[in-house]
């Protein structure tokens, strides 16, 4: 479970650099001695998946170096990974595939990224989404 404490990627200057994967892994919901579920979530390179993704914090004019690597068995496509207020730009990753994306973070506020199988909406506040890819989502804070 990630407590949204702790930012993801390093900050140098004005530009975070990040390296994300999209994983699978074990949830336990209430604990972690728990009874768990086997789910797609988002990654820092070299740690376990969270729920939620990793948490990008960055102040407003920051530039985002991601590197993105899809490390699950379908295709995905990820979403929100694009200036603020703008207009959302989906990539496709491919199993195995990774990419290389650069946006600056834009105005402040509060942000969604997420990830879905392709052609599948995002259902989750219907209650009807899929247990194993609706936890690929995380946020992106941009401070003034």
Do not use: C
């Not at 604990?31 to 789910?39: A, D, L, R, T």
Request: hydrophobic content about 35%.
């Amino acid at each position: 479970m990630n407590d949204n404490t702790v930012a993801a990627g390093i900050l140098r200057g004005s530009a975070l650099t990040l390296r994300l994967e999209l994983a699978r892994g074990d949830w336990y919901p209430e604990s972690e001695q728990g009874p768990h579920i086997v789910v797609d979530a988002f990654a820092e390179d070299g740690k376990p998946p969270t729920i939620p993704g990793p948490m990008i914090r960055v102040p407003r004019g920051t530039q985002i170096k991601l590197h993105i690597r899809n490390t699950l068995s379908d295709a995905r496509v990820l979403h929100g990974m694009n200036q603020r207020p703008g207009t959302d730009a989906p990539v496709t990753l491919e199993p195995g595939e990774s990419r290389d994306l650069e946006f600056n973070a834009g105005e402040p506020g509060t942000y969604f990224y997420w990830a879905a199988a392709p052609g599948d909406v995002l259902e989750g506040l219907t209650g009807h989404a899929d247990p194993v890819t609706s936890q690929l989502t995380g946020a992106i804070i941009v401070d003034d």
